[in-house]
């Protein structure tokens, strides 16, 4: 009898099917109920665009109008009555739907959907009107960023000689764009004692007097940075020698072209002369003047020929004295040896002082 | 253990530092009247720490006693005031042969006056021991004249030492501005002052000066809002004249990262000048620019003759001279002491005549 009331009837038996049927639908029912009616319907696509996807500052409502609109919405939340679950709404649809037979009831609060039986051919036009307007939004934009346009995706595989030629283009145009520069900064200092920018002074407190206008060309003095460059190629010799060489040569050029062409002789040398005198008044020591470079060129050749001449003395003289204290040594070995050879009967030895006794004599008065 | 104790600690000074700083004299030739001697003065203050300021020149020191010790000094510029019928002249030279620029000062005012021009001097304090900045207005173009002066004055002063200088050490300012219309130069002398700027001057008051005497006020507040909310020159300093410190400076609240405006104060003499000449050599040479005279090459080559002449005459009588004098001595030194005295002074005699021969040539008076 356990086996038989456990076993459930065979699942295709006929009889059996409404009640499997609505034990199924029963089972559906209960968790569609669980599901809020909001999410379950189909969205209205017209009302989410119109709010927060777009930045439409022009549909959005006055703001008390918005408030009122929360109040409402917020109470009607909390309202009992209002709180219709997935079926009942179905059902309301259902009977509005048999009873009237062509529009489906639309729920009174904003938010709640249009029923998912009968579905109404969607206001195609404001869609596409929105997405036209969304297109054109986002191409003013990128025009405004010059974000490259989707025509270039076209061109991407430029060829390199493509490439070469815009780059040397843009190397043109900067270099172009440096040189506008610098001629524009020599204009500006070309204008010698003119005023390039006039201020008018301070003294506007006795305004019967003429302001003054003071030109402004202010500069300030020396900077050191103390950072020395990389020393710069020196040019030319750093010896006197070499220096009173060049000097000569530039002389004689300058004599050279004096003959042929008188005026560039000229300023040639007004040139060289005013570049003297301010390498000169900045500290520089130009060494130009074929005089002072022979000058001590002499003077070098004299100390050296002085110091050598007394380095000679020096050595002389050292070797003289070595000489002399080796003769001098000998001598007196010589003499020592001289005096100890010598017969012994040479005359009276001198007698030293305190010793003038001979030798092994006995003193007197000791044994 | 006993204390140690530091055993080397003179600071070495750095010769090659020491030589790249360029140092002047300031001196004044002949017969200059008192106030001159004043602008002297007043000038080899504005050229401190870098010059003599207790030279002493003696009525027979000629220029090349003060090219012989520069040399020794590393002094590179000379300034020399002298004074002629026609004006006050001032040359600037750079020792040893550089040039000399020569200017006739039209007209100049003393330290003490332009101070008694204020209504409240400052008194020097210690803004001497550092040099001052340069400053040059209207000095650009192409005139190698110009460029020549620019060059001269730039380089008379110290150069800045960007990476180690301190702000506090940056107290004066000098001027040289060229008026384009009349080519005078104007020299000043300035002082560097930071004022704050933004506040009423109650508030000025209580920052930079003690607590103020209150008693007449219930609260700070009636004291703040008694008065003017800022005073005239604060008007004139907003704007451009105020920096932000980037260090500590002098003074009571000059902190860094703090706003000030920057006043000048004047201080020190002020000059008029205008460039007469440029000479090649210091003080002597080829004249390469002249405001007044323009010689034909004609000209040059006989004033040059001219000189060459004088000068060989020069030298011919002095080792005239010479041999007299020392003739002179041999013989005397064979014929005994008593005769020494009357032939020591005839020789006295002669030296002198000789003496005032280089009186004329030494200090270089020859003026247009």
């Keep these: ?367 | 253990m006993a204390k140690r104790r530091k055993k080397r600690t003179h600071v070495k000074v750095d010769e090659a530092a020491i030589a790249k700083v360029p140092k002047s004299f300031v001196i004044k030739s002949g017969v200059v009247g008192r106030s001159l001697a004043h602008l002297v003065m007043d000038v080899r203050k504005t050229m401190e720490p870098n010059t003599a300021l207790n030279l002493r020149e003696r009525k027979g020191n000629k220029l090349k006693d003060f090219v012989h010790v520069a040399g020794q000094l590393s002094v590179t510029h000379l300034m020399v005031f002298s004074k002629t019928p026609a004006g006050i002249n001032l040359r600037i030279g750079r020792i040893p042969r550089g040039p000399t620029l020569t200017f006739r000062v039209n007209s100049y005012g003393l330290a003490a006056d332009v101070l008694a021009l204020q209504s409240r001097p400052k008194s020097p304090g210690s803004e001497f021991k550092t040099s001052p900045l340069v400053v040059l207005n209207n000095f650009g173009g192409d005139a190698k004249h110009i460029k020549l002066m620019a060059t001269m004055f730039q380089n008379m002063f110290p150069p800045i030492q960007v990476q180690t200088m301190k702000l506090a050490d940056a107290r004066r300012v000098v001027l040289f501005n060229l008026n384009s219309e009349t080519s005078e130069i104007e020299f000043r002398h300035y002082t560097v002052t930071v004022k704050v700027t933004g506040v009423s001057k109650s508030v000025k008051a209580i920052i930079q000066t003690d607590v103020p005497d209150l008693g007449r006020y219930d609260d700070i507040s009636d004291y703040i809002l008694r008065g003017a909310f800022a005073s005239e020159s604060d008007v004139e300093d907003a704007g451009e004249s105020t920096v932000t410190l980037s260090q500590n400076y002098v003074g009571k609240g000059n902190r860094t990262a703090e706003q000030r405006a920057i006043r000048l104060v004047e201080m020190g003499p002020r000059m008029q000048l205008s460039l007469i000449k440029i000479q090649n050599g210091l003080c002597e040479g080829e004249v390469l620019y002249h405001s007044l005279v323009q010689k034909s090459a004609a000209e040059i080559k006989e004033q040059e003759q001219r000189r060459k002449k004088s000068e060989a005459e020069r030298g011919r009588r002095r080792a005239e001279q010479e041999k007299n004098v020392a003739a002179k001595k041999a013989a005397n030194a064979g014929e005994g002491a008593d005769e020494d005295e009357e032939a020591g002074s005839d020789p006295q005699a002669e030296d002198d005549e000789d003496e005032e021969d280089d009186d004329e040539e030494g200090l270089d008076q020859m003026e247009e």
């Design chain 1, 1 to 367: 009898m356990a086996a038989e009331g456990q076993q459930p009837p065979l699942p295709c038996s006929l009889d059996a099917l409404q009640d499997r049927l609505a034990e199924h639908r029963k089972c559906f029912d209960s968790l569609v109920e669980l599901i809020p009616a909001k999410y379950y319907f189909a969205k209205d696509p017209d009302a989410d665009l119109s709010g927060k996807q777009l930045h439409n500052k022009k549909n959005k409502a006055p703001k008390q109008v918005v408030k009122d609109a929360t109040k409402k919405a917020k109470k009607h939340k909390l309202d009992p009555q209002s709180s219709q679950s997935v079926l009942d709404i179905q059902s309301d649809n259902l009977k509005a739907a048999q009873n009237n037979g062509s529009t489906p009831k639309k729920p009174a609060v904003n938010g709640t959907q249009p029923n998912g039986t009968t579905l109404e051919a969607l206001p195609t036009g404001s869609i596409v009107e929105l997405q036209a307007k969304l297109k054109n939004r986002i191409d003013e934009l990128r025009a405004k960023r010059k974000a490259p346009s989707q025509e270039v995706v076209a061109d991407q595989p430029r060829s390199r000689q493509d490439i070469l030629q815009s780059r040397a283009d843009r190397k043109r145009e900067r270099k172009e764009g440096i040189k506008a520069k610098k001629e524009k900064r020599r204009k500006l200092d070309d204008t010698t004692g003119m005023a390039t920018t006039s201020k008018s002074a301070k003294e506007s407190s006795t305004p019967t007097k003429t302001v003054p206008t003071v030109t402004e060309d202010v500069s300030f003095g020396k900077l050191d940075f103390g950072v020395t460059e990389p020393t710069k190629k020196r040019k030319g010799p750093t010896d006197i020698a070499g220096q009173l060489k060049q000097a000569e040569a530039k002389k004689q050029k300058l004599e050279k072209l004096k003959e042929t062409d008188k005026e560039k002789a000229e300023s040639i040398q007004e040139s060289a002369t005013w570049n003297k005198l301010l390498k000169q008044a900045e500290g520089e020591k130009v060494k130009d003047d074929v005089k002072l470079l022979k000058k001590s060129l002499r003077r070098k050749e004299q100390t050296k020929q002085k110091s050598a001449s007394a380095w000679a003395d020096r050595q002389a003289s050292s070797t003289k004295e070595k000489e002399d204290r080796l003769k001098k040594r000998e001598e007196n070995i010589k003499a020592r040896v001289e005096a100890r050879n010598a017969p012994k009967g040479k005359g009276q030895k001198k007698k030293r002082p305190g010793f003038e006794g001979g030798a092994g004599k006995k003193k007197p008065g000791k044994a």
